[in-house]
């Protein structure tokens, strides 16, 4: 039976590794494998953003540039540079994924579309598709509150929030229809997931900003994953 002293017990090895010999292969990983391959096609360093789905020898398959993923990128980058010796390379693309994805991607009041073409050209719009779920605009209010860190900009704190707020107002909506599951009403019904996805990035805006009533949105679905 695991008690609250189980959990302050650290193994000596994970996978067969020392603790510090798995931090030097993730750092490995991180720095020689996955950002060189995102570098090599995956940014768009013309335009801005990132092309999405990439060959295994990371040539660009498609030119779609979708909303996940442009959040994400903006947060992966920001996070690098503010925790990983503040390289400007870092910030530069997380800044010109941001710029791309505000200029192109939001349709107002925190609402982005789902996806566009290279130029920003949009392909779908937010009535279409994955565009139905909050996680595109979760990931993109997680990386303009990461690079909030980075540059202060209190445009990109105010636009993380506003995200927050819209999706929570759509998520509430009895009529949601972000949640796929087969052969089940969905009217009312609410995914664990969805609250990870709220939960996540309200603790890292929480880590250095003080919202009261985004700290009870917190505790709110923190209870939802805990105990529903």
């Keep these: 039976q695991l008690t609250s002293s189980s959990f302050h017990i650290m193994p000596d090895t994970i996978a067969g590794m020392s603790l510090e010999k798995l931090r030097d292969d993730y750092h490995d990983r991180l720095f020689n494998q996955f950002v060189p391959f995102w570098d090599k096609g995956g940014y768009d360093s013309k335009n801005g953003g990132f092309m999405c789905e990439l060959h295994d020898d990371g040539s660009v398959y498609n030119d779609e540039k979708y909303i996940w993923?442009?959040?994400?990128?903006?947060?992966?980058?920001?996070y690098l540079y503010n925790n990983f010796g503040?390289?400007?390379h870092y910030?530069?693309?997380?800044?010109?994924?941001?710029?791309?994805?505000v200029k192109y991607m939001h349709a107002g009041n925190g609402i982005w579309y789902e996806s566009v073409e290279r130029n920003g050209k949009i392909i779908?719009?937010?009535?279409?598709?994955?565009?139905?779920d909050i996680y595109?605009?979760?990931?993109?209010?997680?990386?303009?509150?990461?690079?909030?860190?980075?540059?202060?900009?209190e445009e990109d704190l105010e636009l993380a929030k506003t995200s927050i707020w819209t999706s929570i107002k759509r998520y509430e909506d009895p009529d949601y229809a972000g949640i796929r599951t087969g052969g089940i009403n969905q009217t009312g019904?609410?995914?664990q997931g969805h609250?990870?996805?709220?939960?996540?990035?309200?603790?890292?805006?929480?880590?250095?900003?003080?919202?009261?009533?985004?700290?009870?949105?917190?505790?709110?679905?923190v209870d939802h994953i805990v105990n529903d």
């Design 91 to 101: 910030l530069e693309i997380a800044r010109k994924t941001r710029d791309f994805m």
């Design 124 to 132: 779908q719009s937010t009535g279409q598709g994955s565009g139905k």
């Design 69 to 78: 993923y442009q959040g994400r990128a903006v947060w992966v980058y920001a």
């Design 189 to 191: 019904l609410r995914s």
């Design 195 to 221: 609250s990870f996805m709220i939960v996540w990035p309200l603790t890292q805006l929480l880590s250095f900003h003080n919202d009261s009533e985004l700290e009870e949105l917190q505790r709110e679905h």
């Design 86 to 88: 503040k390289n400007p």
């Design 136 to 153: 595109g605009a979760m990931f993109t209010a997680a990386g303009l509150a990461e690079l909030y860190k980075a540059t202060g900009n």
